[in-house]
């Protein structure tokens, strides 16, 4: 009896998964008929979060997170530049966004994956309307010396909403930075200053010692899809590629509308829908925040 049942069981789980093979779409909007998601979520509850800073020992800030499945690895490296004539006092922010093959079937080895400019392009945009960071915070000496800061964001598995896991990661990251001790040697080069050798070769301390970047209004975002009256909030890689029409909204932690993201899609963002998005991404802002402060205070107290 118990053989038949087990069986039966398999045969029903096997239909089940053909179903859903077969017709992504009805599959998916009988679970929505009755407000749930195939994974069990309520339609506008985010995915389970995690933010891990210091991942990357050797990089200057680092910062590892999930969102769901989607895993996103941030590291940031400092580099001495030369200013512009245009911007003597103020530094440089560089952003990569990289898709390896491993973080999904559809991204080929040697063929760069098609999300990768789009999401860094998004990624530069937002942060530098978001005015998170104030370049001239990276100016050593006007017009000779500035930091240039390398951000080069990995996304280890790509299951969905991978611009939001970006920006979290960026953010978590630049969190964590730490800017090296810098000084004028006697050639009136900037070198760095080690903990052992202290100021010894310096004429010239520039920054005595290592310090952190002063964040002010820090973006968060949320990505939506919008499906007849539906609204999916934190969508997986299998949403997605059945529903079309995304959003993403980017607040930061003011509440002020940094962004509004379409790339088109079937239907139209209404205005009821569009406030309903924000508003949801209102009350994700606050538990980003929440988490990441968290995650600062730990490394704090270590």
């Known amino acids: ?30 679970h929505l008929a009755e407000s749930i998601r195939p994974d069990g979520r309520p339609l506008v509850k985010a995915r389970e979060t995690s933010i891990f800073l210091g991942a990357v020992a050797s ?58 400019p789009v999401v860094s392009k998004q990624l530069s945009d937002t942060i530098s309307s978001s005015k998170m960071i104030d370049l001239k915070e990276l100016s050593l ?28 990661s960026a953010v978590a990251a630049l969190s964590h930075l730490q800017i090296p001790a810098v000084a004028v040697n006697d050639d009136g080069k900037i070198v760095l200053v080690s903990d052992e050798d202290g100021q010894k070769q310096a004429q010239e301390p520039v ?33 997605e590629s059945i529903m079309e029409t995304h959003v993403t909204i980017v607040l930061d932690t003011s509440g002020q509308l940094i962004s509004l993201y379409k790339p088109g899609g079937s239907v139209l963002a209404y205005t009821s829908a569009v406030q309903d998005c924000v508003a949801l991404t209102r009350q994700r802002v606050k538990e980003l925040k929440s988490f990441l402060d968290k995650e600062n205070s730990a490394m704090e107290i270590e």
């Open 141 to 168: 000496v006007s017009g000779k010396a500035a930091w240039m800061a390398y951000l080069d964001i990995y996304c280890l598995d790509a299951d969905g909403a991978l611009f939001d896991a970006a920006l979290l």
């Open 207 to 239: 920054n005595k010692e290592k310090r952190k970047l002063t964040l002010r209004s820090i973006p968060f975002s949320l990505t939506c899809i919008l499906h007849k009256n539906y609204i999916l909030a934190d969508p997986t890689a299998e949403e």
């Open 59 to 116: 990089a200057n800030g680092s910062a590892l997170v999930k969102i769901g499945s989607t895993t996103m690895l941030t590291a940031i490296k400092m580099e001495v530049m030369t200013p512009s004539l245009e911007s003597p006092d103020e530094g440089c922010l560089a952003i990569d966004f990289h898709m390896p093959p491993i973080c999904s079937p559809i991204v080929r080895p040697g063929r760069p994956a098609e999300a990768s």
């Open 1 to 30: 009896m118990g053989l038949r049942n087990a069986s039966e069981d398999l045969s029903s789980e096997m239909e089940v998964d053909a179903f859903r093979r077969l017709f992504p779409l009805r599959y998916l909007e009988r």
